[in-house]
């Protein structure tokens, strides 16, 4: 299967510090790549869409000034959760989307866990 | 009516049993469907994609569409205790990129 990284695998930060997450396609390119956060024993929460050379769109309820996506070549995006809070504490997961062969599909990366103190 | 909906377990059983998963959808407009497999901590994997109604068999897991229903099972043969996980169905295609999942089922393979 495709392969997708994210870096850091885990972070601790203090309180209105920014973070910054990245999300790599290693085998293809990724012009699509989508964000999630998904908190203890729930679901995937989709917080934004990344498109390569241009802005993000974000799901409602998710604040575009505070999380920063810039997707800025076709195997690269990254998450900036700026002024980080406890609240922001969570397991943050990218995904690339490829299309190939007929199948159009989503790898995942192995996720970033945040912790703000 | 969610738009895809997962019982969320969780479902226990002994090693070697067949397990089934399960999710139905409302929304005849989906045109593929995915089971992920993510461990705890982990970020999902893609174990099955299939674009059509009928069965696609890899290994020990076979996934089931029946777009008449609006159900799509996935089956393990022969659990392991490695096969416990939680596992999300996730169906594209109506009209947009995304992905729209289940909630996920959490399975434990007991020895």
């Known amino acids: 299967g495709a392969v997708v990284s994210q870096h850091p695998s885990r972070v601790i930060c203090k309180s209105g510090t920014s973070v910054k997450i990245e999300c790599r396609s290693l085998?293809?390119?990724?012009?699509?790549m989508f964000w999630y956060r998904q908190f203890p024993k729930q679901s995937l929460m989709l917080m934004a869409t990344?498109?390569?050379?241009?802005?993000?769109?974000?799901e409602q309820g998710v604040e575009k000034d505070k999380f920063l996506i810039n997707h800025a070549s076709l195997t690269l995006s990254t998450l900036t959760v700026t002024s980080a809070h406890p609240e922001d504490s969570s397991f943050y997961i990218c995904?690339?989307?490829?299309?190939?062969?007929?199948?159009?599909?989503?790898?995942f990366g192995p996720g970033t866990r945040l912790t703000v103190l | 009516q969610k738009e895809v909906e997962q019982d969320p377990g969780p479902l226990s059983v002994p090693e070697g049993a067949i397990v089934s998963l399960n999710c139905t959808y409302s929304?005849?407009?989906?045109?593929?469907f995915m089971w992920y497999r993510q461990y705890s901590r982990k970020g999902p994997e893609l174990l099955m994609y299939?674009?059509?109604?009928g069965n696609k068999e890899d290994g020990r897991f076979t996934a089931q569409v029946d777009k008449s229903s609006k159900y799509i099972s996935l089956f393990i043969r022969d659990s392991q205790p490695s096969d416990s996980a939680t596992y999300l169905c996730?169906?594209?295609?109506?009209?947009?990129?995304?992905?729209?999942f289940g909630k996920g089922t959490k399975l434990s393979v007991i020895p």
């Open positions: 995904s690339a989307r490829r299309q190939n062969l007929g199948t159009d599909t989503q790898y």
């Open positions: 085998d293809f390119q990724a012009t699509t």
């Open positions: 990344s498109n390569e050379g241009s802005k993000a769109t974000y």
């Open positions: 929304n005849s407009a989906f045109q593929y």
């Open positions: 299939t674009y059509s109604s």
């Open positions: 996730a169906l594209g295609g109506a009209g947009s990129y995304q992905l729209t």
